[in-house]
């Protein structure tokens, strides 16, 4: 259940604005729901850490049974660091150095390989002595905004699936054990063709690859963020996807894991980000109400023009005025358009809904501004997380020469 607009309220004043509040009960719920979808399917979960990666957040999901997804050698670090085992850590960066792929092999997680160089490398020095899964760009175009699209043409994620006879020559040459197979399409996909589309294209190619155990859809389950929004159907997900391995597996005679990787589906509608309104502005355009806080703490309205429900939760029952609320960064700094919010005066509290996922992450000190602090709600108990940042922080790390 949501937390109230009065424990929200109780929450800010104790521990100040701007703040994000967690609520593990949701988090728990969204992860009740997947394996419920999943009921009868041999499916494991893995927890896309990106998202949100508070050790308490990740020691919670632990306790609930996830695994988990990383994407650098130091989330891998931090999920051992929180309890995992190394067989349930899946690995998948792009980019990085090779050197990060040997340490992730090192330390015993799965790792996920994203282009034919380092294949043939990790198969030139390892040979099937460690079995690897790879990465794949099926070229479906999904999710809800270009730049959170990951299986375009353009898109530097994954091999090309064109690529195949490419894949199987240097897994031929060099003795590869592949034993999944992945892909993970974009983000805040409702359309569960697209995941479907992208369980034909690696059933397909699995056949080529005897070895494989596992096939890794990857994420983009979407949350609803506007009012009368849904949900991605996990529910008839879980059932097509339930019928599309029963006929593969009696087909091949054996059975296959399905695997994966949910980041937002699981932490965002967790998450609360409650701010202040530190002035009310009346131009000859729109009403502003400017709020103790900026995109350095929120990016994603500005960056993907991610769409944040705002409650005024001092005075939810006042009559609707429409605002443009805005924050404190010294350059276009955008929350939202043109909202209907309740009457807001200076001092006010407002809350921003659905902040779990890619929140807090993707927060910054631009403007020599303090970090919020992370408050999580754990069994009717609020605990500190993360203490807000203080003004020492800013020059911690900073060598003075001059
Ligand atoms: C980001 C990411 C995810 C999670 O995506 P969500 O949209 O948050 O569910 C899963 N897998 C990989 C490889 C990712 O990079």
């Known amino acids: 259940m949501e937390l109230s607009h009065e424990q929200l309220r109780a929450i800010a004043q104790q521990y100040g604005t701007p703040v994000y509040i967690y609520n593990a009960d949701q988090i728990a719920g969204q992860f009740n729901r997947l394996q419920n979808a999943f009921k009868g399917v041999n499916a494991r979960f893995f927890y896309a850490c990106k998202a949100l990666t508070n050790i308490n957040i990740l020691k919670f999901m632990k306790n609930l049974g996830t695994n988990l997804d990383c994407v650098s050698i130091n989330e891998v670090k931090l999920g051992l660091a929180a309890g995992f085992k190394p067989k349930q850590i899946m690995f998948t960066p792009n980019s990085v150095a090779f050197s990060e792929l040997e340490e992730g092999k090192e330390l015993g997680v799965n790792i996920n390989i994203d282009n034919i160089s380092f294949l043939e490398r990790f198969g030139n020095k390892y040979g099937g002595s460690y079995p690897i899964s790879i990465r794949l760009n099926p070229h479906i175009m999904a999710g809800g905004n270009y730049k959170i699209s990951t299986g375009h043409v353009d898109s530097k994620f994954g091999i090309s699936i064109h690529q195949m006879r490419h894949i199987e020559r240097v897994v031929q040459s060099t003795g590869l054990h592949v034993k999944g197979l992945h892909l993970h399409t974009g ?11 992208g369980l034909d294209v690696m059933l397909d190619i699995a056949r080529h690859f005897p070895q494989v155990e596992f096939l890794d859809l990857g994420s983009g389950f979407k949350v609803p963020y506007k009012d009368g929004e849904a949900s991605t159907d996990v529910e008839l997900l879980g059932q ?4 599309a391995f029963a006929k593969y597996d009696k087909e091949l005679g054996k059975k296959h894991q399905i695997w994966f990787e949910p980041g937002k589906f699981l932490v965002s509608e967790s998450g609360y980000f409650v701010v202040k309104a530190n002035v009310i502005k009346q131009t000859t355009a729109t009403v502003f109400i400017g709020v103790d806080s900026g995109f350095n703490h929120l990016i994603r309205p500005m960056f993907y023009e991610a769409y944040h429900r705002v409650e005024n939760i001092t005075h939810p029952d006042s009559d609707e005025r429409i605002y443009t609320v805005v924050g404190n960064i010294c350059e276009t700094d955008t929350f939202a358009w043109d909202r209907k919010i309740a009457e807001t005066h ?4 407002l809350c921003f809904y659905n902040a779990g996922a890619y929140g807090f992450e993707m927060s910054s000190n631009f403007n020599s501004r303090l970090r919020p602090a992370e408050v999580l709600v754990l069994d009717g108990k609020t605990h500190l997380i993360r203490k807000r940042d203080t003004f020492e922080d800013l020059l911690r790390g900073q060598v003075e020469v001059i």
């Open 187 to 197: 983000s805040e996909i409702k359309d569960i063709n697209i995941f479907l589309n």
């Open 240 to 243: 097509k996807v339930g019928e």
């Open 346 to 349: 200076e001092g006010d509290l």
